[in-house]
């Protein structure tokens, strides 16, 4: 028999003491790995297994047939989205309102957690918390009801304009308003949530920094531009990134809930009109290939957005 090659034999050592390690992990902490057991089952049933049925973008699916015995039409589907009348329509909408929630709304967390990091006043502090995280935990169906309230031609918002010397208008049937009133909307239900995860970042900046920012004279605001931020910057970039991972993800049930066919020019994104070509046009392969077209799209975000951040800032996912 030939003699091993030392560099396979090198290659192969540290592969058996890696599994050997978790093997002796998996038996050491059993019973985390129990509770870790659900989580797993939950992605691979509701996450990966479902990814088969991407099979039929590429098929021309009748659920008589089913998967496997529907015949296969390679790309027509999607090229039928390129080609039709309603694809820069979504393209365009899509991106205008991801856009606008990630240029208004992802910096609004973080300029409420820079405030309340600021507050010394602890009950106003907890008050403050405690009302703008109870948004986000309203039912989304109920937050849809407050906003058509509000900007219905008798709501709240019409009697300031009014106050104002404006005139009444049913806000919602206006195409102009849409975008506007999506992601304000948005930024209202999120914001408290979203300082969580900074102002639990803020907790692991080292106090020693302030104190040496102190002796160096530098006052408050002075502290929150060279300490606090570059202390938060490498969680804000791991949040941008997924963030524009997610631009072209946005969800269609805020916007079904919320428009309408007057405001189809400005609001219909790629989620709504999968819906509506899939769940109500009952054409689940052409929506199946949209569907695909708006992941891999955001696939490739992702990659790029995570490369552009490790050469910027040597910050990244991976």
Request: with cysteine; aromatic share 14%; proline share 4%.
């Given at each position: 028999?030939s003699?091993?090659?030392?560099?396979?034999?090198?290659?192969?050592?540290?592969?058996?003491?890696?599994?050997?390690?978790?093997?002796?992990?998996?038996?050491?902490n059993?019973?985390?790995?129990?509770?870790?057991l659900?989580v797993?089952?939950?992605?691979?049933i509701f996450h990966?297994?479902?990814?088969?049925?991407?099979v039929i973008?590429?098929k021309?699916?009748?659920?008589?047939?089913?998967?496997?015995?529907?015949?296969w039409?390679?790309f027509?589907?999607?090229?039928?989205?390129?080609?039709?009348?309603?694809?820069?329509?979504?393209?365009?909408?899509?991106?205008?309102?991801?856009?606008?929630?990630?240029?208004?709304?992802f910096?609004?967390p973080i300029?409420l957690?820079?405030?309340?990091?600021?507050?010394?006043?602890?009950?106003?502090k907890?008050?403050?918390?405690?009302?703008t995280?109870?948004p986000h935990?309203i039912s989304?169906?109920?937050i849809?009801?407050?906003?058509?309230?509000?900007?219905a031609?008798?709501?709240?918002i019409?009697?300031i304009?009014v106050?104002l010397?404006?005139e009444?208008?049913?806000?919602?049937?206006?195409?102009?308003?849409?975008r506007?009133?999506?992601?304000?909307?948005?930024?209202?239900?999120?914001?408290?949530?979203?300082?969580?995860?900074?102002l639990?970042?803020?907790?692991?900046?080292?106090?020693e920094?302030?104190?040496?920012?102190?002796?160096?004279?530098?006052?408050?605001?002075?502290?929150?531009?060279?300490?606090?931020?570059?202390?938060?910057?490498?969680?804000?970039?791991?949040?941008?990134?997924?963030?524009?991972?997610?631009?072209?993800?946005?969800g269609?049930?805020?916007i079904i809930?919320l428009?309408?066919?007057?405001?189809?020019?400005?609001a219909?994104?790629?989620?709504?009109?999968?819906?509506?070509?899939?769940?109500?046009?009952?054409?689940?392969?052409?929506?199946?290939?949209?569907?695909?077209?708006n992941?891999?799209?955001?696939?490739?975000?992702?990659?790029?957005?995570?490369?552009?951040?490790?050469?910027?800032?040597?910050?990244?996912l991976?």
């Amino acid at each position: 028999m030939s003699a091993m090659n030392p560099e396979t034999t090198m290659a192969v050592i540290p592969k058996k003491r890696a599994r050997i390690g978790l093997l002796v992990d998996i038996r050491k902490n059993k019973l985390l790995y129990v509770m870790l057991l659900p989580v797993l089952l939950f992605y691979v049933i509701f996450h990966y297994a479902p990814m088969y049925g991407a099979v039929i973008a590429f098929k021309d699916f009748s659920p008589r047939l089913g998967i496997g015995d529907s015949p296969w039409i390679g790309f027509e589907h999607f090229k039928t989205f390129f080609t039709g009348a309603y694809f820069w329509r979504t393209i365009k909408n899509t991106l205008l309102i991801s856009f606008y929630e990630l240029l208004f709304g992802f910096p609004a967390p973080i300029v409420l957690a820079l405030l309340l990091n600021e507050v010394r006043h602890t009950l106003f502090k907890r008050t403050v918390q405690t009302v703008t995280y109870l948004p986000h935990f309203i039912s989304l169906v109920v937050i849809c009801g407050i906003v058509k309230d509000f900007t219905a031609s008798d709501g709240v918002i019409n009697d300031i304009l009014v106050y104002l010397g404006g005139e009444r208008l049913s806000l919602l049937l206006e195409p102009d308003m849409f975008r506007t009133i999506y992601v304000s909307s948005g930024i209202w239900q999120h914001i408290g949530w979203g300082t969580i995860i900074f102002l639990a970042a803020l907790t692991g900046i080292d106090p020693e920094q302030y104190e040496a920012a102190r002796m160096d004279g530098a006052g408050r605001w002075k502290q929150m531009l060279h300490v606090t931020i570059p202390g938060l910057m490498p969680t804000i970039v791991i949040l941008l990134i997924l963030s524009i991972g997610r631009l072209m993800n946005v969800g269609f049930e805020k916007i079904i809930l919320l428009y309408n066919p007057s405001t189809y020019e400005t609001a219909d994104v790629i989620s709504s009109y999968v819906y509506r070509v899939g769940l109500q046009d009952f054409n689940y392969s052409f929506s199946s290939a949209v569907g695909l077209f708006n992941s891999a799209i955001n696939f490739m975000l992702v990659i790029f957005s995570n490369w552009l951040s490790r050469k910027l800032n040597n910050t990244s996912l991976w």
